[in-house]
């Protein structure tokens, strides 16, 4: 399997991207899907992430109201929509899919993840 992240850039704060995230070499239906962040010096950190069979969504709390994680199932592409961007959500930006049966609790451990896309960089300038 495959992940192919994409749509990072440089943008003003206030300003909105789009992140997509291509998945490959699988056929998804209960997987967990989901986006972290590491910004320099950080952990990487989780930041969205879902089911891939269902509309069910969890959000980090810094990024609740201004992100957006959806999936369109035909194109097999996560998406990250991010509006309201802050300087501080300046990061490397990773899509992320696990094999394993789905564990809710789970979604925000960067251990339950099996694949990772390549980071794609948004810069957020103030």
């Known amino acids: 399997v495959q992940l192919q992240a994409s749509g990072g850039g440089l943008v003003q704060a206030g300003g909105s991207l789009r992140l997509s995230c291509a998945v490959s070499?699988?056929?998804?239906?209960?997987?967990?899907i989901a986006w972290f962040r590491q910004a320099p010096g950080q952990d990487r950190g989780f930041i969205a992430g879902?089911?891939?069979?269902?509309?069910?969504?969890r959000y980090e709390d810094s990024v609740k109201g201004r992100f957006t994680i959806s999936r369109d199932k035909a194109k097999n592409t996560v998406y990250l929509q991010m509006n309201s961007l802050k300087p501080e959500d300046t990061a490397v930006y990773y899509c992320?899919?696990?094999?394993?049966?789905?564990?809710?609790?789970?979604?925000?451990?960067?251990?339950?993840?099996?694949?990772w896309g390549q980071g794609t960089l948004v810069t957020v300038s103030s």
């Open positions: 992320a899919l696990s094999e394993r049966s789905l564990i809710w609790s789970a979604l925000s451990d960067r251990d339950y993840y099996d694949s």
């Open positions: 070499g699988r056929t998804l239906s209960n997987n967990a």
């Open positions: 879902m089911r891939w069979s269902g509309s069910t969504t």
